[in-house]
């Protein structure tokens, strides 16, 4: 006699309908992962996404449920939710000076979905990335294996995208990892990556090195420059897509994430990305790499500055 078919389906909340949040409910929907609530507070907006993604269910071939709301009261009993809202980069604009206003947003929507949902595993996408996410850890009062952001996956995309690129290799056959956090000082690890196990040391040069390094640090920057009118949104889906996967497959992957340190590192009260293994429970370990001096003072340097954007933005809330 066969086993019955549980009739829960694993929820993921995405807040934010924009181009991460929306491009983020199809790739979850069509990978058949979860069912999907997407949710934003422009009325019409998550709904009418959510229909299109609907009417495109025979299509893909999947059955996933998708809603549209303006409610948080429709996202209650998620097991992930995802935070993607708040103003997008424009050209010229660092991922800090989006500071002020994301803040806000951000703390907002942690503490309206913890309220729905307060088993949920929270990923934060919205920049700057590393202050968003202690930010809603604070708001949320969750442990630290609960909450998390999205960077390094996309950062280490990023560095093996141009390795790929500069090498004419199969992306897949390229594996990287990007400390540090979202931004012009996070530390990729050239020892680090390789191409089916080649170090990428034995094939380039230092000096190309160090110029895939320094397209890494600003590929967001470059895509904003190139559009104009926005920032990357497919790269970044697919990065919290691989999250959300690792999650609800249980498949406990090896990923750098953006995670509150308490000592790892020689950092405290921090977050900052790493590597960690993510399962069901979410961040089940810290692994600490037998780091270089210069990769250590690179990772600390990168610590200080989100520290002190952490300082200015409680100050900011504090004054609201």
């Known amino acids: 006699m066969s086993s019955p078919i549980p009739c829960h389906l694993p929820r993921v909340t995405i807040v934010g309908a924009g181009r991460v949040g929306s491009t983020l409910a199809q790739r979850i929907a069509e990978k058949n992962l979860a069912d999907v609530v997407l949710l934003d507070i422009v009325e019409g907006m998550p709904q009418g996404l959510a229909l299109d993604?609907?009417?495109?269910?025979?299509?893909?071939r999947h059955n996933r449920?998708?809603?549209?709301?303006?409610?948080y009261a429709d996202t209650a009993?998620?097991?992930i939710v995802v935070i993607t809202a708040g103003l997008p980069r424009k050209p010229g604009m660092s991922r800090d000076d989006l500071l002020r206003t994301n803040a806000?947003?951000?703390?907002?929507?942690?503490?309206?979905?913890?309220?729905?949902?307060?088993?949920?595993?929270?990923i934060v996408v919205t920049n700057?990335?590393?202050?968003?996410?202690?930010l809603a850890w604070q708001a949320t009062g969750l442990s630290r294996d609960r909450i998390m952001g999205m960077a390094g996956v996309l950062d280490s995309a990023r560095f093996e995208a141009f390795i790929a690129l500069e090498l004419g290799v199969l992306p897949a056959d390229v594996k990287a990892m990007v400390l540090g956090s979202h931004g012009d000082l996070m530390v990729p690890l050239s020892r680090y990556a390789t191409v089916n196990g080649i170090p990428i040391t034995e094939l380039l040069d230092a000096a190309t090195i160090d110029r895939l390094i320094e397209r890494t640090r600003n590929g967001g920057a470059e895509i904003v420059e190139l559009m104009q009118t926005g920032g990357a949104f497919f790269a970044p889906a697919s990065a919290t897509s691989v999250m959300v996967e690792s999650i609800l497959l249980n498949q406990s992957r090896l990923l750098p994430i953006a995670t509150y340190l308490?000592?790892?590192y020689g950092l405290e009260d921090v977050v900052i990305g790493v590597p960690c293994r993510l399962g069901c429970a979410g961040i089940e370990s810290i692994l600490e790499l037998n780091l270089s001096?210069?990769?250590?003072?690179?990772?600390?340097?990168?610590?200080?500055s989100v520290r002190k954007n952490i300082e200015r933005s409680q100050e900011i809330l504090a004054a609201t």
């Open 104 to 122: 806000k947003i951000v703390v907002e929507a942690a503490k309206n979905a913890i309220a729905h949902s307060p088993n949920a595993i929270f």
């Open 65 to 71: 449920q998708i809603v549209g709301t303006n409610n």
């Open 262 to 264: 308490q000592g790892e």
């Open 128 to 134: 700057p990335l590393d202050v968003m996410t202690y």
């Open 77 to 79: 009993g998620s097991e």
């Open 53 to 60: 993604l609907l009417e495109a269910r025979g299509i893909e």
């Open 293 to 304: 001096d210069s990769e250590r003072q690179a990772l600390h340097t990168s610590a200080q």
